[in-house]
């Protein structure tokens, strides 16, 4: 496809569940961004990968939340033990270095 | 650390009138500037950005915007406000040698026809 891709698109989890976030990014990007989206606020930045390798891991909340992109193509953005504050949309986005980023449309977890 | 700053959280413009959405930065070094545009239930749609050269930006949808280095500004514009503007707005920079994009709380412009 064109553009970059999340799925799912919505996912509930009980307190306490695993999830798995997958994001496609635009073919041949190199960098790769995961961001958390709170309700009413801006994206705050998670973690950043160039290539397969994770060169900014700063924005992850816990250790809880883990991220992998092994073969420098699709990402996993993965949260253990899932708490209600992981409530949000997280979105993936793609860019050519420099250049600006391009988002997904986002997956929206509400945790119960 | 870098930061950005959109003070209005709601900016109201009739149709056919020029707008303006307000974003200052701060930022170690020399800024990457960017405007992303938020439809509802959609992710950030890129409007345009500042790298460096001509302070005066063109992108999107007939959106432009001003760096102002001396002012920390980087706010944008359009001539002529069209009611399918309406969306959530957010301002982001970045710095020389780190590639996280920092953004803005966001401005909801509505255009009133």
């Known amino acids: 496809g064109a553009g970059v891709s999340q799925s799912p698109r919505y996912k509930v989890a009980k307190r306490g569940q695993d999830v798995a976030l997958r994001c496609d990014p635009i073919?041949?990007?190199?960098?790769l961004f995961w961001y958390q989206q709170a309700l009413g606020q801006g994206p705050e930045f998670l973690t950043y990968?160039?290539?397969?390798?994770?060169?900014?891991k700063s924005g992850l909340p816990s250790d809880r939340f883990f991220a992998e992109r092994p073969e420098g193509s699709v990402s996993t953005l993965k949260i253990q033990r899932t708490q209600q504050e992981d409530s949000a949309v997280y979105l993936c986005?793609?860019?050519?270095?420099?250049?600006?980023?391009?988002f997904g449309p986002g997956t929206r977890l509400t945790v119960t | 650390a870098q930061s950005v700053a959109q003070p209005e959280d709601q900016v109201n413009v009739a149709e056919g009138n020029p707008l303006t959405v307000k974003c200052t930065y701060s930022?170690?070094?020399?800024?990457?500037l960017f405007w992303y545009v938020q439809y509802p239930n959609r992710g950030l749609q890129f409007l345009l950005k500042?790298?460096?050269?001509?302070?005066l930006v063109k992108g999107s949808y007939g959106f432009e915007a001003e760096f102002n280095k001396s002012q920390t500004s980087f706010h944008l514009k359009k001539p002529s406000a069209l009611v399918s503007d309406s969306a959530l707005y957010f301002c982001?920079?970045?710095?020389?040698?780190?590639?996280?994009?920092?953004f803005g709380t966001g401005t909801r412009l509505t255009i009133i026809p």
């Open positions: 986005a793609s860019s050519l270095r420099i250049y600006e980023q391009y």
């Open positions: 073919s041949g990007h190199v960098s």
């Open positions: 990968f160039q290539n397969e390798a994770q060169l900014d």
């Open positions: 930022v170690s070094g020399n800024p990457y």
């Open positions: 500042y790298i460096t050269g001509d302070n």
């Open positions: 982001a920079v970045r710095g020389l040698g780190n590639e996280k994009l920092t």
